[in-house]
């Protein structure tokens, strides 16, 4: 039997001291997660009379238990309440679902340091220069300075084993110090230099450097030389005016813009670092209805910036453009406890820093005026497919596909859609073994057998099952799920989709099991989402069965040489860089691999050689 909340014996136990607190609905399930630098206070104000704001209201119904943690700070708090928000995820609390790592330029610390992109923990040793809003960030920046300042960027294991400069030296971005002659360790020491002050911002010390080294270089005669800083001076200054440098501070600092509209919230951060722009990133947090925007800033803070300190950087400086008062002191306390230096949270920042806030406010307003027009396009289609095929609203579908080359290496995908469009972190790829090669029907069976066979979770169901085929492969998917939904508390209406004579797209025949077949008009809303969804399990796919390929032709060819297990193909592979560089190697090279003998080297040179 339901209780009520006895708020006033409750509030008589709690303590002043910070902490966290949890409360819990009648279930016992946690709906909301929050911290406090003191509990009594706090906790208080959800239980007066007149409690501000729809949200708040919402969450003190729902109220049947309330547990509580004390910390010795408020940092701890902060602390304690984002691991319990990220493990619990309560539906009161805004959530951030951002796991990605960020990723970094790595400066290796090896006698010819190499630059490459690096994610996740910071154990080698070297310099990390970051973090970069994406991967493609950083491999737009590799690619500059490859062109600017030649550091290698190749892996260790093809830079040990080199006897020749590679395909990079002769296109002027590589050095080559992997061989004797070329650069000498000084030359190529400066180098380093320059790009460590280029990725530090330093691009005017860089610059007025290498000035002076092209006019030594020209007062010595070496013409050659001098052409060669005036080369890099000129892409430097290009790149310096393609940049948006703060002129006032050299800082790093991040720029967070906030747009609420429609109950859905974008929150974009700018990221720069030593004055320059590195990129930046929207996000759409899960937010619960009439929640105030001081709470979404507070809590995308709190979660994105502890996340930060799980192997990333915090700035020196956060900018926002909300004023949060005792809010804002409290996370900026706990936030330099954490970096272990100041961190200054500023609202509302005036000069360069202003227009750096503006920046990141407009871009957030764009893009959530995208991700508005973008669900609007969705739900429409939805609509219009659940008028089409006269059903109850259609809020989940799942589609499945079937790729093989030659029958062999057989994959299936299974892509899932919901109001909102893809589920990407539901999609599913299935190895299909112990077939016919090229029996798609007995691919389809397998990979249904599979997603469908084991208990399935209610929410889950989907309310449109899609098979990629005709009435064959339409039935024998019938026969598989079939008897799986007599314990399912909906019957899914399960879909073949056919590709017409001229397989273009529009002229698709759908297939019900009854045998039914029907079409669409090629600007049908309904058949543009079935199409989206068919070609993104096609795709899926595609790209699972291609990888796997791949991988197994970069392995058979060394499976077949006796004497090369497991071990040995890892170690040959690693130490080479992948088996297109081990075709090209000299038995030489192959037996300069741990664990490969003289004689075994020339067993392997002599089957890679065989056409």
């Known amino acids: 039997m339901f209780t009520v909340f006895d708020a006033k014996d409750f509030l008589k136990t709690v303590s002043d001291k910070p902490g966290v607190y949890r409360m819990m609905d009648a279930s016992g399930e946690i ?67 951002d796991d990605k ?39 737009q920046s590799l690619y500059l300075l490859q062109k600017i300042f030649p550091v290698r960027q190749c892996e260790d294991s093809v830079y040990g084993n080199r006897t020749r400069p590679c395909l990079m030296y002769q296109i002027g971005r590589c050095s ?62 290009r790149v310096q005016e393609q940049q948006f440098v703060s002129q006032d501070s050299d800082d790093d600092l991040d720029a967070i813009g906030v747009s609420v509209e429609n109950g859905i919230a974008c929150i974009h951060v700018l990221f720069l670092r030593q004055g320059k722009v590195l990129g930046s990133r929207s996000y759409f947090p899960k937010m619960p209805a009439n929640t105030e925007t001081n709470e979404l800033v507070s809590s995308f803070i709190g979660q994105f910036y502890l996340n930060q300190a799980e192997g990333r950087t915090i700035p020196t400086s956060i900018l926002i453009g909300q004023e949060m008062g005792e809010e804002l002191e409290s996370l900026a306390s706990a936030l330099s406890e954490i970096a272990g230096r100041k961190i200054h949270l500023q609202s509302k920042p005036r000069g360069a820093r202003a227009r750096f806030l503006k920046l990141a406010q407009t871009n957030a307003a764009t893009a959530l005026t995208s991700k508005i ?33 030659m029958g062999e290496q057989t994959v299936a995908s299974c892509v899932v859609f919901n109001q909102d469009g893809p589920l990407k ?6 190895n299909i073994t112990g077939i016919t090669g090229g029996d798609d029907y007995a691919a389809m069976a397998q990979v249904l057998e599979r997603r469908y066979s084991k ?64 079409s669409m008009p090629s600007d049908s809303p309904a058949l543009h989402l079935i199409q989206h969804i068919r070609d993104e399990s096609h795709n899926h796919a595609i790209s699972g069965h291609r990888a796997k390929r791949a991988k197994a032709r970069k392995s058979s060819v060394l499976q077949e040489i ?11 592979l690693k130490y080479l860089g992948g088996i297109q560089e081990l075709k090209r190697a000299s038995v030489e090279e192959i037996a300069k691999v741990p664990g490969i003998s003289r004689v075994l080297a020339e067993k392997i040179h002599s089957s890679l050689q065989q056409p």
């Open 31 to 97: 709906i909301y997660v929050g911290k406090a630098k003191s509990l009594k206070k706090r906790l208080s104000s959800y239980f007066r009379k007149n409690v501000p704001g729809e949200k708040t209201r919402a969450l003190v119904r729902n109220i049947a238990n309330v547990e509580v943690t004390i910390t010795h700070s408020e940092t701890e708090a902060l602390i304690l309440e984002h691991n319990l928000i990220k493990k619990h995820l309560p539906r009161y609390n805004v959530l951030l679902r």
């Open 101 to 139: 790592s960020y990723p970094y330029i790595f400066l290796s610390a090896s006698k010819h340091p190499r630059l490459s992109i690096h994610r996740g923990a910071k154990k080698r040793k070297g310099e990390y220069f970051g973090p970069f809003p994406d991967a493609g960030a950083v491999r």
């Open 176 to 237: 080559a110090p992997c061989v004797e002659g070329i650069i000498s360790d000084e030359e190529y020491n400066e180098l380093v230099d320059f790009t460590r002050m280029f990725l530090q911002g330093k691009n005017r010390q860089v610059i007025a450097t290498l000035v002076e080294k092209m006019e030594a270089a020209s007062q010595t005669l070496e013409f050659e030389k001098a052409a060669e800083f005036r080369d890099q001076i000129q892409s430097l200054r």
């Open 373 to 405: 027009n973008h669900k609007m396009t969705i739900h429409n289609r939805f609509a219009m497919l659940t008028e089409a095929l006269n059903l109850e609203p259609v809020k989940r579908m799942e589609c499945f596909d079937i790729s093989h080359t």
């Open 425 to 430: 972190s539901e999609y599913r790829r299935y």
């Open 455 to 518: 208990q399935v979770d209610p929410e889950k169901i989907p309310d449109i099952i899609l098979v990629d085929g005709g009435k064959g492969q339409l039935n024998r998917a019938w026969e598989v799920v079939g008897p799986l939904m007599a314990d399912w508390p909906k019957h899914p209406l399960m879909l073949g989709v056919a590709k017409g004579t001229t397989r273009r797209p529009g002229l698709e025949t759908l297939i019900k099991v009854s045998g039914e077949e029907f």
């Open 562 to 572: 006796e004497g090369v297990g497991p071990k040995r193909r890892q170690a040959l």
